[in-house]
């Protein structure tokens, strides 16, 4: 379990820079998405090939923080009935989860995003807007995407193995994001 453990550890360390690192493609994104308006407001000029920088950088930046995201433990879940067990049904669930429902789409999505990357690749695929960019790039971007959210399943999955056999520590412990309804109304309430 120790190699899978180092595995682990590895894939988590390259999601948690590429995580933290594509938060400032947000940052281009807005700052080229200012410049096209300012531009296009001053000079009365625009480009699509702006515009689609813009939907390029925001993508990146989703797909490539989805992996991140993923190792955060902070994807969008409903909790209602999941926080009501105990911790060891948790695991369970989530490496139920991660096997039958996020690796299989994971691996769906890739076989079909390696031909539809190659191919957009080979062909030279350009955008039919006047002035837009190379497309490939943008399929590109969900591969990789995808593959680096493959990767950090594997990684999850290794980790709730190792957690439910009791080789490695829980470093979470799960706390319900909601207070129950009577704590959450008030004193005024309860009377």
Same mark, same amino acid.
């Given at each position: 379990m120790k190699p899978l453990l180092g595995f682990s550890r590895l894939i988590d360390t390259i999601t948690e820079n590429i995580g933290?690192?594509?938060?400032?493609?947000?940052? !281009?994104?807005?700052?080229? @998405?200012?410049?096209?308006?300012v531009i296009r407001k001053i000079f009365n000029m625009s480009s699509n090939?702006?515009?689609?920088? &813009?939907?390029?950088?925001?993508?990146?930046?989703?797909?490539?923080?989805?992996?991140?995201?993923?190792? &955060?433990?902070?994807? /969008?879940?409903?909790?209602? !009935?999941?926080? @009501?067990? @105990?911790r060891r049904v948790q695991h369970w669930i989530d490496l139920f989860g991660h096997v039958f429902f996020l690796m299989p789409f994971v691996l769906l999505m890739l076989y079909y995003l390696v031909p539809y990357v190659r191919m957009s690749y080979v062909s030279g695929e350009v955008s039919s807007?006047?002035?837009?960019? /190379?497309?490939?790039?943008?399929?590109?971007i969900l591969l990789i995407g995808f593959v680096l959210l493959a990767l950090q399943g594997v990684s999850e999955i290794i980790k709730k193995i190792a957690i439910m056999?009791?080789?490695?520590?829980?470093?979470? @412990?799960? !706390?319900p994001t909601h207070a129950p309804l009577d704590e959450a109304a008030g004193p005024e309430v309860r009377s």
């Open positions: 933290k690192a594509v938060g400032w493609l947000i940052l !281009v994104a807005v700052l080229v @998405s200012a410049g096209n308006a090939a702006w515009l689609e920088a &813009q939907w390029y950088l925001f993508g990146a930046a989703f797909m490539f923080a989805a992996a991140y995201t993923l190792s &955060q433990n902070e994807h /969008i879940r409903i909790d209602v !009935v999941y926080g @009501s067990f @105990s807007s006047a002035g837009g960019l /190379i497309i490939w790039p943008a399929k590109a056999t009791g080789n490695m520590d829980d470093p979470t @412990s799960y !706390v």
